[in-house]
């Protein structure tokens, strides 16, 4: 069984259990959102075609985290005119499970619900992990440099130097 359904402005094709990433949804974490924007179901080897839209089919699901996509770099260039330009850019997303595709009708029952934990980063033993300090490690300052009229007028006494040893 699976469905074609319009997710913040994207098509996608799910199936229970399925874990789908969408652009950013105005939900918080661990709760549960329903789609009814359903353009095909499948179900049974039966295919059914919405007119755009399957009446009363919705998908659940619930939402997992957000999160923050890879970075795209964006670049920009004209030959020949020395204008180039790079960019960053990391799409806000949202991973969401889903629950299940319901027909006319039909409602999630909480058995049939699946439960999903976040991994977390295992903790070492002997690991601290209460909050410790950090001291920060004294900033060197750079040597002074001499300014650049002066650079210019000890490069002309040199060359004023080697001109005269060779007479």
Known sequence: MYAIVKIAGQQFKV???????VHRLEANEGSDVEFDNVLLMEKDGKVQ???????GAKVAATV????KGDKVLVFKKKRRKGYQKLNGHRQYLTQILIQGILGKG???KASDK???KLP???VVEGEATEEVEVKAAPVKKAAKKKPAAKKKIAAKKKAAKKVAKKK
């Open 49 to 55: 075609v919405g007119t755009p839209l399957i009446d």
């Open 106 to 108: 039909e409602t999630l």
């Open 64 to 67: 997992i985290n957000h999160l």
């Open 114 to 116: 699946i439960t999903y």
């Open 120 to 122: 977390t980063k295992p």
């Open 15 to 21: 199936e229970k259990s399925q874990r789908v990433y």
